[in-house]
Nanobody, 124 residues
Framework: QVQLIESGGGLVQAGGSLRLSCAAS????????MGWFRQAPGKEREFVAG????????YYSDFAKGRFSISRDNAKNTVYLQMNSLKPEDTSVYYC?????????????????WGQGTQVTVSS
């Protein structure tokens, strides 16, 4: 069993930056694909970014490309999401997730473990 705990969310002005962290416990996540998703009120959960266990492969949704960066520190069992140039439409609850079996995927249904989420609010 893997427990994931996100942190680093908060209120920021448009154009600002935040760095989200996802700390894992219970089992090493070093061989798992990790992803970040977000969900705004009344909307479906959407993929933000993912990273393979080797860290050599990262992938992003179009809205995240050029602004967000995913990374991982397997020694710390932690995944990060650096978010720059934030916009009001980035306001959401952000979730981190671990994919044990599938590998590179943007489908939330392929992820096996989820954190509780951290709120990101971007003011205009």
């Amino acid at each position: 069993q893997v427990q994931l705990i996100e942190s680093g969310g908060g209120l920021v002005q448009a154009g600002g930056s935040l760095r989200l962290s996802c700390a894992a416990s219970g089992r090493t996540i070093s061989v798992y694909t990790m992803g970040w998703f977000r969900q705004a009120p009344g909307k479906e959960r959407e993929f933000v970014a993912g990273i393979a266990w080797t860290s050599s492969t990262t992938y992003y949704s179009d809205f995240a490309k050029g602004r967000f960066s995913i990374s991982r520190d397997n020694a710390k069992n932690t995944v990060y999401l650096q978010m720059n140039s934030l916009k009001p439409e980035d306001t959401s609850v952000y979730y981190c997730a671990a994919d044990v079996y599938i590998g590179i995927t943007r489908d939330a249904n392929d992820y096996d473990y989820w954190g509780q989420g951290t709120q990101v609010t971007v003011s205009s």
